[in-house]
């Protein structure tokens, strides 16, 4: 097998890894959200609900709490963008390519680009490059959003005394003495 093939496979075998993920505890729901990971997908739950994680969810999860609501807003404006300009930068290096390609005349003859075209397809190149720095940014800021969207929520929910979890055991966090022994009852005379 080459190179290329043992990358390919290599590639085909951490996406099928990732995608057999899951998380195997949930929290109890106590009107918190939290996250989990479901078929390699991370997903938001609260009170039993669960849904994909993503701006839809985290609005319907955080609604009722007017900063939550602006963090969660922000995040999806913030990934829109971020998205947006990760295309554009997409579009410029692809451009770039089409621009600095060589041509072919009619007689079957390929000349290289003209230093205009060069030139250009070096602007469409730093411009597409300058677009994707740019998109990190801004998809940095949205997670920034989403986690504090959460945090806010969840700081502002009132604490539910809930039972313990079936077969719970409170420990001491200070080593307690052994029981005294049992001593058999006197014998009777």
């Not at 949930?26 to 669960?50: C, F, Q, W, Y």
């Not at 839809?56 to 969660?72: I, M, R, S, T, Y």
């Amino acid at each position: 097998m080459d190179l290329r093939g043992s990358i390919a496979a290599t590639g085909v075998a951490l996406l099928l890894q990732n995608a057999c993920a899951s998380t195997s505890y949930t929290p109890r729901g106590d009107g918190r959200i939290v996250t989990t990971i479901e078929d390699g997908h991370a997903m938001l739950n609260k009170d039993g609900r669960s849904l994909p994680a993503g701006g839809d969810a985290l609005k319907q999860f955080v609604a009722g709490n007017p900063v939550a609501e602006e963090h969660a807003s922000s995040y999806s404006t913030s990934m829109r963008l971020g998205i947006a300009e990760q295309l554009i930068g997409l579009g410029a290096l692809v451009a770039a390519g089409f621009v600095v390609a060589p041509t072919t005349d009619s007689d079957g003859v390929q000349h290289s680009a003209s230093s205009q075209r060069q030139v250009a397809g070096s602007v469409l190149v730093i411009g597409g490059l300058t677009a994707f720095i740019v998109s990190s940014f801004q998809v940095a800021s949205a997670q920034a959003h989403f986690q504090d969207a959460i945090n806010v929520y969840n700081d502002s929910v009132p604490p539910r005394f809930l039972p313990p979890p079936p077969g719970w055991q409170p420990t001491s966090p200070v080593p307690l003495a052994p029981p005294p022994p049992a001593y058999p009852p006197p014998p009777h005379p």
